[in-house]
């Protein structure tokens, strides 16, 4: 029976993972955009002081939207959360957790002598901190592309603003 509850842990573990590793991988698609936006926000911006006043306030509020959406996407990107879990847990999942044991020995006996609840104990603490960790990376991503759209919106009225 605890093998069963083991592996459907260890699979809502995987899934959570893989979450976060969606989160990752959209992020980086939205960096794709906005990098194209600015190569053609930049190339349509003639010399600065050619410029009318209403498009030097485009031009600003681009950049503006531009570096929130570059801090929104590196605090996506970067989002971690390792709690303290003091010696509630043995700690036998996370590679941050296994690499701080002097040797590979002393890891493989705390896992050999680790009982089946401890271990799914372990497993749902991971299982909480990856939630922790999605939860906050789509925040962030989702504030990136409020950014994003910002900086669509201001591109193309610049755009348009240089026709009229």
Do not use: P
């Amino acid at each position: 029976m605890d093998e069963i509850r083991i592996s459907h842990a260890w699979n809502i573990l995987n899934l959570n993972q893989g979450m976060i590793t969606f989160a990752d991988k959209k992020m980086h698609a939205l960096f794709i955009i906005s990098t194209i936006y600015s190569t053609l926000f930049l190339t349509q911006v003639d010399l600065y002081l050619s410029l009318r006043s209403y498009q030097k306030i485009l031009l600003s509020l681009y950049i503006v939207s531009f570096l929130l959406f570059i801090i929104f996407g590196l605090l996506c990107l970067f989002a971690r959360k390792d709690e303290s879990t003091g010696n509630t847990v043995d700690k036998l999942i996370y590679y941050g957790h296994v690499a701080t044991r002097r040797e590979a020995i002393e890891y493989t006996t705390n896992l050999l002598k680790t009982k089946n609840e401890e271990i799914l104990k372990d497993i749902g603490y991971q299982i909480f901190e990856l939630s922790k960790i999605a939860k906050k990376k789509f925040k962030y991503y989702n504030y990136s592309w409020i950014a994003l759209i910002i900086q669509t919106l201001l591109v193309f009225t610049f755009i348009f603003s240089k026709i009229w």
